[in-house]
Structures are given as structure tokens and as C-alpha cells.
């Protein structure tokens, strides 16, 4: 009978080793799951400068194609595909 209850007491003690363990590995997933979050965030905004940053790029080399160049179609081209992907963007903003 005594060695029954050294068992149970050794097995509840590593249930509660466990259960302990458990906790702990709990905590860490939840935290590296708000990690991802944050870094899945920050890497959406960076696309977004990033578009945003190449966009400026092209509007500076459109101007200064505009000092250059003295070749109005090819510029009147450039602005109406400019145009249409604006319209484009607003587009499929306005469907959400």
C-alpha cells in the first residue's frame, strides 16, 4: 500500500511537471504568434512604401522626361497609362 501511494504521488508530481511544461509552451506560442502578427504588419507597410516610394520614382522620371524630351506623344501616352491605372485602383478600392 505504501508503495502505491509513493507512485501516485511521483506520478501527480509529474503531471504537474507537465502541466507546468504545457503552460510554459502555451505562453511561448501565443507570444511568437503575436510576433508574427506584428512582423506579417510591419512587412505589409513596407510593400506599401515600397509601392508608394517606386510610384514617386516614376512621376520624377516623367518629369524630368518632361524637361528632356520634346516628344509629346510619347509623353501624352505615358500620362493616359497613368491614368488608367489610377482609375484602375480606384476601381477595385470602390469594390471593397
Known amino acids: 500500500m505504501k508503495e502505491l ?3 501516485s504521488a511521483l506520478i501527480h ?3 504537474e511537471h507537465l502541466l507546468a511544461e504545457m503552460n510554459k ?5 501565443k507570444q511568437a504568434e503575436l510576433d508574427n502578427e506584428t512582423l506579417r504588419k510591419q512587412l505589409h507597410e513596407q510593400k506599401n512604401t515600397i509601392i508608394s516610394i517606386e ?3 516614376k512621376i520624377v522620371k516623367l518629369a524630368e522626361s518632361l524637361k528632356n524630351s520634346g516628344d509629346s506623344r510619347e509623353l501624352k501616352k505615358m500620362l493616359n497609362g ?3 491605372d489610377i482609375d484602375e485602383c480606384i476601381r477595385l478600392l470602390s469594390e471593397r
Open 5 to 7: 501511494n509513493e507512485i
Open 13 to 15: 508530481l509529474k503531471v
Open 25 to 29: 509552451l502555451e505562453h511561448r506560442l
Open 55 to 57: 510610384e514617386t520614382n
Open 82 to 84: 497613368y491614368i488608367r
